[in-house]
């Protein structure tokens, strides 16, 4: 624990490191001879704090201006602070759309560049970065540069999915997607088991541009892995209406709740209310863009309810070549693992992109909230040796306990990367306090 | 509203820039440096389907010189404004002014003097087209003499005092004057401060200044809780303000 007085950044899952950020509107001065960028930080675990307290951490979330829009073509150019929020806002009404969004809308668009995101259209669309054209950097030595799939391919590569260690994100252009209507038209299913589940998710991603699913972690043997299956597309001009969407009026979540509120035995009832609210085994709905995209964003602040002790995400994508009964074992290691906790998501992914350190690959992902305990190294430590005997790998942007032997067990295209950061920083300047755990980093 | 406004390019500025262009007022910029100017313009243009591209003019609250000539673009570009908005203004730590009597010297000229000759070219252009809005960001440090703004608060008494009279002057000429008074607001102006309870961000400013000049209002607290603490403030005996830091 900290001392009272020393300041600290804590990532999503709220577990704390001493520093502090600077904030300002100037991010292209504000991130001379700075350590890292950091967005809204919504990363999870320690990938946007400092490596050490006196490390200069560059706030982007001010900088945040449109510099060009071209209703033609729905390109758009922002400075990194962008967010999603602010994009949605201004950019639905008018028909346009992220192509790719993640399951928070409090990103900026330069996180979503360096964690490379995904959304539940990955197996259709790719990562974010596949729709990036361009970006402005400044590099370790405090050059600027712009680069793109075609212009400095190298550090274009390395820097989607790169989380920060390849330079600044100053600056993103990218192409937005059109959209029919402002609704969604979803398709959900009750799976009660994870064989089913993964049966569905293999029918519904040839006929859905989008899907994933909802877990009930809890359950085990023969109703192990059962859940909700959603499956969605953009709804035509002509299904969808008029109205719009009611704006949403997002609570917040006042306190933090004590360590105890999420146990077996709450997190038992949540999924069980959860899973048979869905009372018929089929529904189809027309849905708002927003509590579909994000439904936990309705309540602003939903991190505190892991109370003070804070939490972490494991994420993990299980190649299609380890098949069903590999996503099969690895539900049972977790369920048998415990680690209870309301949020479990899994989810179809494509083929991988050409961000060096990209997260999805082909294959099926898992997503799981894990409150943090003191057996939370041992849990990461059995779920990430499954993972590398399949063949699979782990988020970074969720991650915080991972080893770094591990880490490289299951990355063979990380001697690419730090060839390319060894070109572009040779000297180490930008850092995090993940680089220091995972890639051997001087704090 | 057409109107102009003086520091849009950041902070609480550029928020109520966005507020006016995104509802579909004409907004024209003043602010320092081109390129800044050039990119929040851009920024202004994209936010509205229908807008056609948004016009800014140099111009800097340490250069009296420019005034008239600023104003005079934003006139022409606007086909004449009918308000002008000023949320330019510098700011120092009363540590940091007590340092550096040089800033302290820039730093009283720019919020108060400087400030009152830009409102005076304002107020002169409104008042011939039959009035207007004026809208000036002074602030609660500047409602009584307190240890922490000592110098910047009293910068901005002084200009609190001077938009209250031009509100009684010309208020029958058809000229609103809203003098804002903003409590601690989370922009890059405050960034590095600790941010006290009832800290405000810069949008829910810009809502309640655009509200108020909406509804011709000629003070406004904001975020309004200060409105509640700046009374009781006005109103403790001297020897409890020789006491306390605040």
């Known amino acids: ?443 | 509203m057409k109107a102009v406004i003086l520091g849009g390019t950041t902070g609480i500025g550029r928020a109520i820039a966005r507020r006016l262009a995104e509802r579909g007022d004409s907004v024209f910029l003043l602010a320092r440096e081109v390129d800044d100017l050039t990119r929040s313009a851009e920024d202004l243009t994209a936010r509205h389907p229908k807008r056609e591209s948004v016009g800014h003019a140099l111009c800097d609250l340490e250069r009296p010189e420019g005034f008239a000539a600023a104003l005079d673009a934003a006139d022409a570009a606007l086909g004449g404004f009918d308000a002008v908005i000023v949320t330019a203004g510098l700011f120092a730590t009363q540590d940091a002014l007590e340092a550096d009597i040089e800033f302290t010297r820039r730093l009283v000229t720019v919020n108060y003097a400087n400030t009152v000759v830009f409102c005076e070219h304002a107020r002169k252009r409104l008042l011939t087209r039959g009035g207007g809005r004026l809208a000036v960001f002074s602030s609660v440090a500047g409602d009584r003499g307190r240890k922490p703004v000592a110098i910047y608060g009293s910068s901005k008494a002084g200009l609190s005092v001077y938009l209250e009279a031009l509100d009684h002057k010309f208020h029958a000429q058809g000229l609103s004057v809203l003098c804002v008074k903003p409590g601690f607001v989370k922009t890059g102006m405050t960034a590095g401060l600790k941010p006290p309870p009832f800290a405000g961000e810069p949008e829910q400013v810009a809502r309640d200044v655009v509200r108020a000049m909406d509804r011709r209002r000629p003070v406004l607290y904001t975020p309004g809780m200060w409105a509640l603490v700046m009374l009781v403030i006005r109103w403790l005996p001297r020897f409890v303000m020789r006491k306390i830091n605040f």
């Open chain 1, 1 to 443: 624990m900290n001392p009272r007085n020393t300041p600290t950044l804590s990532g999503w899952g709220r577990l704390p490191a001493p520093g502090v950020e600077k904030l300002s509107e100037d991010l292209e001065r504000l991130t001379r001879g700075a350590a890292l960028t950091r967005g809204l930080g919504r990363s999870y675990g320690d990938s946007s704090l400092p490596a050490k307290a006196d490390d200069l951490v560059a706030g982007s979330r001010m900088a945040d201006r449109i510099l060009g829009f071209d209703p033609e073509t729905g390109v758009l150019r922002a400075e990194a602070g962008f967010s999603l929020v602010e994009l949605n806002r201004l950019f639905m009404p008018r028909g346009w759309f992220s192509p790719v969004t993640p399951g928070t809308k409090f990103v900026t668009l330069g996180g979503m560049v360096a964690s490379d995101v995904h959304g539940k259209n990955h197996h259709v669309e790719g990562c974010f970065g596949a729709h990036v054209r361009s970006l402005r950097m400044r590099l370790a030595d405090d050059s600027i540069v712009d680069c793109g799939p075609d212009q400095e391919p190298e550090l274009f590569d390395a820097t989607v999915g790169g989380m920060g260690l390849t330079g600044h994100i100053l600056e993103v252009e990218f192409a937005l997607a059109r959209i029919p209507s402002r609704w969604i038209h979803m398709e959900s299913e009750r799976m009660p088991s994870i064989d089913e589940f993964l049966a569905g998710l293999g029918r519904a991603a040839p006929a859905f541009p989008m899907t994933m699913g909802w877990i009930d972690c809890l359950r085990r043997g023969r109703s192990m892995g059962r859940g909700i299956l959603m499956a969605g597309r953009w709804a035509e001009a002509s299904e969808a209406g008029e109205l719009a969407p009611r704006a949403a009026h997002p609570l917040t979540m006042p306190v933090d709740l004590p360590n105890l509120a999420i146990n077996d035995l709450t997190v038992a009832a949540f999924n069980a209310l959860y899973y048979w609210k869905h009372l018929r085994r089929r529904a189809t709905t027309l849905v708002a863009p927003d509590p579909f995209f994000y439904p936990l964003d309705a309540i602003l602040e939903w991190n505190r309810v892991y109370g003070p002790r804070g939490f972490t995400q494991y994420q993990c994508v299980i190649p299609r070549q380890a098949g069903a009964p590999a996503v099969r074992e690895f539900m049972d290691l977790l369920t048998k693992l415990g680690g209870a906790s309301p949020l479990c998501v899994i989810k179809d992914c494509g083929p991988e992109g050409r961000g060096m350190l990209s997260f999805p690959l082909e294959g099926t992902s898992i997503a799981v909230d894990m409150a943090v305990s003191p057996e939370i190294q041992s849990i990461v430590d059995r779920l990430n040796e499954f993972v590398i005997a399949a063949g699979g790998r782990i988020y970074l942007t969720k991650d915080r306990f991972t080893r770094p032997e591990h880490y490289r067990a299951m990355e063979p295209r990380l001697e690419r990367f730090l060839a390319a950061r060894e070109k572009y920083d040779p000297h180490r300047r930008l850092r995090s306090g993940q680089s220091v755990r995972l890639l051997g980093d001087v704090a």
